[in-house]
């Protein structure tokens, strides 16, 4: 298949999504076989949660919203002239991470665009979201089936890897795949950065930012670097209408772990009753807790970025990503700020 032909078919895909996004039970009055793929992804929608408990409903619509928003034939058009078209295609190992719903679907799309093929090693936390929904590509475009497969075993016969995983899994990554081009990605997350003049609005765009995806994603942010006059009530106040997310048994869980570990440590934190808040130098925070570090003036700021740049994979503010943007990255906003078509260009 030819670049054009590609784009015609994610186009159509982004039609479909549209479908499951604008009602939630599709009536279809003739049965033709992708309105039946339709049905089958809204099932496992609805289902998923049963076999990874992070995956709501809620979760996975708002993963195909984005999905959905680089579907489009002038988007694809546009970011792919740069970009040639292998000539030969190679076979290109994508290692799946698993945390967030169709979480390695931009490098299935960049592996397929550059004209590559796709062997897919899906995560045990995610088995059934992105077979579903490559199977509505494969009823678009028969052909299409050809350039991917899925496995959950050992794979020996590749040309290249993708992998994404923890800071653990890399030194397997390396171990296994590093023979090949490669393409490894660790641990990353957002942090925010708050001077102080922030509005109401913004600070509730930033609980977008951290309670998207129940924080889980590289890119939401777990660290707030504020001005030592920053008055935290502010913040409080405007991520109320998030306070839902503690209805989440898993939330709820960690949450509470943490809550109890911290009083009997007896060391100081905020809490508002779903998301505790803590002085603390760590990037990283866990599930349901945000760490906060204080800054005086700008100086500390670039000191403090430079310093965590290589977990850094996002920054929200005033004098950076727009508040709320986190969780909704273009096609060229790639990993780790890995250019993954010009890879696949070069294997």
Same mark, same amino acid.
């Given at each position: 298949m030819n670049q054009k032909e590609w784009i015609?078919?994610?186009?159509?895909?982004?039609?479909?999504?549209?479908?499951?996004?604008?009602?939630?039970?599709? =009536?279809?009055?003739?049965?033709? =076989? @992708?309105?039946?793929?339709?049905n089958d992804l809204l099932q496992v929608i609805k289902t998923e949660h049963r076999y990874n408990g992070w995956f709501t409903p809620s979760s996975i619509i708002t993963s195909l919203k984005g999905i959905r928003s680089w579907l489009?034939?002038?988007?694809?058009?546009?970011?792919?002239?740069?970009?040639?078209?292998?000539?030969?295609?190679?076979?290109?190992?994508?290692?799946?991470?698993g945390n967030l719903p169709f979480v390695g679907?931009?490098?299935?799309?960049?592996?397929?665009?550059?004209?590559?093929?796709?062997?897919?090693?899906?995560?045990?936390?995610?088995?059934?979201?992105?077979?579903t929904l490559l199977k509505i590509v494969s009823s678009i475009e028969p052909r299409a089936s050809e350039y991917f497969e899925f496995t959950l075993g050992k794979v020996t016969h590749f040309d290249a890897v993708i992998a994404t995983g923890s800071n653990n899994s890399v030194l397997y990554f390396q171990q296994y795949f590093g023979h090949v081009p490669n393409i490894f990605r660790k641990n990353r997350t957002g942090i925010a950065v708050l001077n102080g003049t922030e509005t109401d609005e913004q600070l509730f765009n930033l609980g977008k930012d951290i309670f998207t995806y129940f924080g889980l994603g590289c890119r939401?942010?777990?660290?707030?670097?504020?001005?030592?006059?920053?008055?935290?009530?502010?913040?409080?106040?405007?991520?109320?209408p998030f306070g839902d997310i503690i209805n989440h048994h898993k939330y709820a869980n960690n949450y509470d772990y943490h809550r109890a570990l911290y009083l009997l440590n007896k060391e100081d934190f905020l809490d508002n009753n779903f998301i505790l808040i803590k002085e603390h130098p760590a990037i990283f925070s866990p599930v349901a807790v945000l760490h906060v570090t204080r800054y005086k003036?700008?100086?500390?700021?670039?000191?403090?970025? =430079?310093?965590?740049?290589?977990?850094? =994979?996002?920054?929200?503010?005033?004098?950076?990503?727009?508040?709320?943007?986190? @969780?909704n990255p273009k096609l060229l906003d790639y990993a780790d700020g890995v250019d993954t078509l010009f890879f696949l260009g070069g294997i």
């Open positions: 015609h078919v994610w186009h159509a895909l982004g039609e479909y999504i549209d479908k499951i996004i604008a009602q939630e039970e599709p =009536q279809f009055e003739t049965k033709h =076989q @992708q309105n039946e793929m339709l489009y034939e002038d988007h694809l058009t546009e970011w792919l002239k740069p970009y040639p078209l292998s000539s030969a295609p190679k076979k290109v190992l994508i290692v799946m991470a679907f931009h490098d299935v799309l960049c592996t397929l665009l550059s004209g590559n093929k796709a062997v897919i090693k899906l995560s045990s936390k995610d088995q059934h979201l992105l077979p939401n942010v777990t660290h707030l670097l504020i001005s030592d006059k920053f008055d935290l009530n502010r913040f409080f106040s405007a991520v109320v003036d700008d100086h500390e700021i670039e000191d403090f970025i =430079q310093h965590h740049q290589r977990d850094i =994979q996002v920054i929200v503010g005033n004098a950076f990503l727009p508040f709320g943007m986190a @969780q």
